[in-house]
């Protein structure tokens, strides 16, 4: 167990980190209202903002960042000032290093796959929804959200969410366990000769040759904008924030949505 003293300097540790965090919070909101001031953000006809939080700083859309204009150096400046004015406190605001987005394709693909599925049905596995989606390739995507074959064992793993006390677990199924639970489902598959037939999705999965694997299952948050990665061959439990997802977006604003955000906020390191 630990001692008092552990105790007593755990506890100011965690006052001085909700200390921290509040007056972060208070810079950032400063942030935001002179953003609006400058009308570079503005929200819209639902009355929200296309922007969010991000650590220490803000993304906004790209098109939303190029309203500053050229001269982004008087932009900071102001901002900073402005912040100061509010808060009492004295912060550089820069642009914040966004890293380089993982290849789109797949992830697109898979979306697209997934429109019609609503946003608690992505986090939470649902039979009748896997049901529903009637073709194999969309249950495929659906399905390995939450499932995986791990590698050099007879098991398969699948996440549930524990109707009791309300949180995800995993499960370890043997594979006359998994044919079992998933028996009911059937789906549209493209056979040899071009035609669709309805077959088991469980028993198409099972032999499917590009079926998601892994070798073990953990839970390991980790921080994507600092270069951090989930480890490969991880079934990672950590599934990060759910943010909304925006369907039926127009083509021509298609660029907007699949690059979307600049990243600003928070210098490390005032300059004198």
Same mark, same amino acid.
Request: aromatic fraction near 12%; charge should be negative.
């Given at each position: 167990?630990?001692? =008092?003293?552990?105790? #007593?300097?755990?506890?100011?540790?965690?006052?001085?980190?909700?200390?921290?965090?509040?007056?972060?919070?208070?810079?950032?909101?400063?942030? %935001?209202? %002179?953003? /609006?001031? $400058?009308?570079?953000?503005?929200?819209?006809?639902?009355?929200?903002?296309?922007?969010?939080?991000?650590?220490?700083?803000?993304?906004?859309?790209?098109?939303?960042?190029?309203?500053?204009?050229?001269? $982004? #150096?008087?932009?900071?400046?102001?901002?900073?000032?402005?912040?100061?004015?509010?808060?009492?406190?004295?912060?550089?605001? #820069?642009?914040?290093?966004?890293?380089?987005?993982?290849?789109? $394709?797949?992830?697109?693909?898979?979306?697209? +796959?997934?429109?019609?599925?609503?946003?608690?049905?992505?986090?939470?596995?649902? @039979?009748?929804?896997?049901?529903?989606? @009637?073709?194999?390739?969309?249950? +495929?995507?659906? %399905?390995?959200? %939450?499932?995986? $074959?791990?590698?050099?064992?007879? /098991?398969?793993?699948?996440?549930?969410? *524990?109707?009791?006390?309300?949180?995800?677990?995993?499960?370890?199924?043997?594979?006359?366990?998994?044919?079992?639970?998933?028996?009911?489902?059937?789906?549209? /598959?493209?056979?040899? +000769?071009? #035609?669709?037939?309805?077959?088991?999705?469980?028993?198409?999965?099972?032999?499917?040759?590009?079926?998601?694997? /892994?070798?073990?299952?953990?839970?390991?948050?980790?921080?994507?904008?600092?270069? *951090?990665?989930?480890?490969?061959?991880?079934? =990672?439990?950590?599934?990060?924030?759910?943010?909304?997802?925006?369907?039926?977006?127009?083509?021509?604003?298609?660029?907007?949505?699949?690059?979307?955000?600049?990243?600003?906020?928070?210098?490390?390191?005032?300059?004198?």
């Amino acid at each position: 167990p630990k001692s =008092n003293e552990q105790d #007593t300097q755990s506890s100011e540790e965690r006052i001085m980190s909700y200390f921290c965090q509040e007056y972060e919070r208070r810079a950032l909101y400063a942030l %935001f209202k %002179f953003m /609006c001031l $400058k009308e570079i953000l503005a929200p819209d006809s639902n009355g929200r903002y296309r922007m969010m939080l991000r650590y220490d700083g803000i993304d906004i859309l790209k098109r939303d960042w190029d309203r500053v204009g050229k001269d $982004k #150096t008087s932009f900071f400046a102001e901002a900073s000032a402005f912040i100061e004015a509010e808060t009492g406190l004295r912060l550089g605001i #820069t642009e914040k290093k966004y890293p380089q987005p993982p290849p789109l $394709k797949d992830e697109i693909e898979n979306a697209a +796959k997934l429109k019609d599925v609503s946003d608690e049905d992505l986090i939470v596995f649902n @039979h009748e929804t896997l049901k529903q989606l @009637h073709f194999y390739e969309r249950q +495929k995507v659906y %399905f390995e959200l %939450f499932a995986s $074959k791990v590698l050099f064992s007879s /098991c398969f793993v699948l996440v549930r969410r *524990d109707p009791i006390r309300n949180i995800d677990q995993s499960v370890q199924m043997r594979e006359a366990d998994l044919r079992t639970s998933f028996q009911h489902v059937s789906g549209l /598959c493209c056979t040899k +000769k071009g #035609t669709l037939e309805e077959e088991s999705f469980i028993a198409n999965w099972i032999r499917d040759n590009d079926m998601r694997v /892994c070798n073990t299952v953990d839970f390991r948050p980790y921080n994507p904008d600092s270069g *951090d990665e989930s480890p490969p061959g991880l079934f =990672n439990l950590f599934r990060g924030y759910a943010i909304p997802r925006e369907v039926n977006v127009p083509v021509e604003d298609a660029v907007n949505y699949l690059q979307p955000f600049h990243y600003i906020g928070i210098a490390r390191r005032q300059r004198r």
